[in-house]
């Protein structure tokens, strides 16, 4: 049983497709990819300032982007025969990204970094994981680059089924 608010959120989410951001992902799965990433969202000033309070990184104005790498890792590991799970096999999730950035409940970093991304000091990038109770909750594994560049790049996403 979903309070009120819980079936606004669901109602929300499940139109909240971008797209731009799905066709930008049946391009890279179908091998047409003209573009190597998309912005999915711009980070707000609330999100801005935890972000910096976690990690120490000024992500102020920054968008976040999904490159053609991303897409491919979360179709592996989370798509329809995904190696970790099947919670991404619907490609309309994915291009839902941008309504959980910008409708959040939670960022939390936990100390781990990629040198897949560098920060502007050529370090390994922090990554944070931002999450939104849907039907179940939606995680967004992200980097944190406080460059001129303002990108903070997706690396990863699935969904966490409600338990019963």
Do not use: C, W
Not at 20 to 28: M, Q, Y
């Amino acid at each position: 049983m979903h309070t009120s608010e819980q079936l606004v959120i669901m109602e929300e989410y499940s139109n909240s497709i971008d797209n731009d951001v799905k066709d930008f992902i049946e391009d890279v799965i179908n091998g047409n990819d003209r573009i190597n990433f998309i912005t999915v969202a711009f980070l707000s000033d609330k999100a801005a300032k935890r972000i910096k309070e976690l990690t120490g990184k000024d992500v102020e104005g920054s968008r976040v982007v999904l490159d053609i790498n991303a897409i491919k890792h979360i179709i592996n590991r989370h798509g329809k025969e995904g190696k970790q799970d099947t919670s991404m096999k619907n490609i309309e999730d994915i291009a839902r990204m941008g309504y959980v950035i910008s409708n959040y409940d939670d960022i939390v970093y936990e100390g781990i970094t990629t040198t897949g991304y560098l920060d502007e000091n050529g370090e390994a990038s922090p990554m944070i994981k931002m999450s939104k109770r849907i039907d179940g909750t939606y995680y967004i594994i992200e980097t944190v680059n406080s460059s001129k560049r303002k990108k903070n790049y997706i690396v990863s996403a699935y969904i966490k089924k409600a338990e019963k």
